[in-house]
């Protein structure tokens, strides 16, 4: 398989729990997302499932407005009506951001380890997963200083406990603190050079 289990385990658990048990769409969590908006006063959003980040990856601009929440709510109850779960997983792990201009888990194995998403290890696959969804953060807090920063150590920690509640893999824990204890990136740093530049320009095309 090209891309490893380990990903696809990690990223249900770092991003949506129920992902296997939904049609796309999760009614309370974008209820709570709504009121959390309320009381910030600004459109924050959240409350996406997986199916509903994908299909605003593919589909849709960056402004945050209303008009787009429901076109993402539209088109993750298109994407589920006609793939199937692990389609949709694979089209997710090939359309995200994991870093500056850089979409899809086959550029961000090459970028941060040197190497194809088919090699990555368990703590790797755990790592691009906890990434989400502050990658281009992350990549400066963590890649760009060669150490993982202490609020991603946590967030890697977490998922990988949410991901042994889910799969019942217990044994995952083990399996990530042996690698952990070696993880470590490629050491070119590349794009690092270029973090003032983070964020500007407009999005790159990308296919998949």
């Known amino acids: 398989r ?15 729990a129920l ?9 309370p969590s974008l209820v709570a997302a709504l009121q959390a908006n309320i009381k910030a006063g600004q459109v924050v959003f959240g ?13 849709l601009d960056r402004d945050r407005v209303i008009s787009r929440k429901i076109q993402e709510i539209a088109l993750a ?20 951001e994991f870093g500056p201009a850089t979409y899809g888990i086959g550029k961000a194995a090459a970028l941060y380890f040197n190497k194809p ?5 368990s703590a790797e696959s755990l790592y691009l997963a906890s990434i989400l969804p502050s990658p ?13 920063s202490p609020k991603l150590s946590r967030r890697m920690q977490k998922v990988a406990m949410g991901l042994s509640n889910l799969s019942q893999e217990r044994d995952f824990m083990q399996i990530y603190a042996t690698d952990f204890h070696n993880f470590q990136f490629q050491t070119s740093l590349q794009g690092c050079e270029s ?5 500007q320009g407009k999005r790159p095309a990308r296919r998949l």
């Not at 490893?4 to 658990?13: E, G, I, L, R, T």
């Not at 296997?20 to 769409?25: K, T």
Request: charged residues 20%.
């Open 117 to 121: 998403a088919n090699a990555l290890t």
């Open 77 to 96: 109850w298109v994407l589920e009506q006609n793939l199937t779960k692990p389609e949709i997983l694979e089209l997710y792990a090939n359309a995200i």
């Open 47 to 59: 409350g996406s499932t997986i199916t509903m980040q994908l299909a605003k990856n593919l589909y």
């Open 136 to 148: 281009t953060r992350n990549f400066a807090e963590s890649y760009c200083q060669a150490r993982l």
């Open 195 to 199: 973090l003032d530049r983070i964020g």
């Open 19 to 27: 992902y296997w048990r939904h049609d796309g769409i999760l009614i």
């Open 2 to 16: 090209l891309i490893p289990d380990d990903f696809f385990k990690a990223v249900v658990a770092a991003e949506d």
